[in-house]
């Protein structure tokens, strides 16, 4: 499973962030799972598609997938979407093996909203 979904499921951190920036938690629940059956968009689909190419083998990203990013993304956003998806990969290998304290999440995070 790529970097970007283990952490979502496992890092309180990466899921505080991802609420903050307005991810539902039905997107949040179809990154756990089947993004592709998930309420993305099909641009957002073929952004997380290309994360988890990217984390399987970046030779994963050929010309044909290329083409079908260029549909959707301009060349910042390709650059954007690529970087920020192998930083997922990178970050946490470097956090713990470094043992890096994180940041204490804000207080009642964890708790269940009516």
């Given amino acids: 499973m790529p970097c970007y979904r283990i952490a979502i499921i496992e890092s309180p951190h990466t899921l505080f962030s991802a609420k903050q920036k307005g991810a539902s938690e039905e997107q949040i629940e ?4 089947n993004f ?9 689909k073929i952004g ?3 994360a988890d ?4 083998s970046p030779h994963e990203i050929d010309d044909g997938f290329y ?15 690529t970087a920020t998806a192998a930083a997922f990969d990178f ?3 470097f956090v713990d093996a ?17």
Avoid: W
């Avoid at 179809?30 to 799972?33: H, L, P, T, Y």
């Avoid at 190419?53 to 399987?56: G, I, Q, T, V």
């Fill in 67 to 81: 083409a079908q990013l260029k549909s959707f993304y301009n060349d910042q956003q390709i650059i954007e979407l």
């Fill in 98 to 114: 470094l043992r890096i304290p994180t940041t204490p999440l804000p207080e009642g995070f964890f708790e269940k909203k009516d």
């Fill in 91 to 93: 970050f946490p290998r």
């Fill in 30 to 33: 179809a990154v756990k799972g």
């Fill in 53 to 56: 190419k990217l984390h399987r």
């Fill in 48 to 50: 997380l598609r290309c």
């Fill in 36 to 44: 592709e059956k998930g309420p993305f968009s099909e641009a957002g």
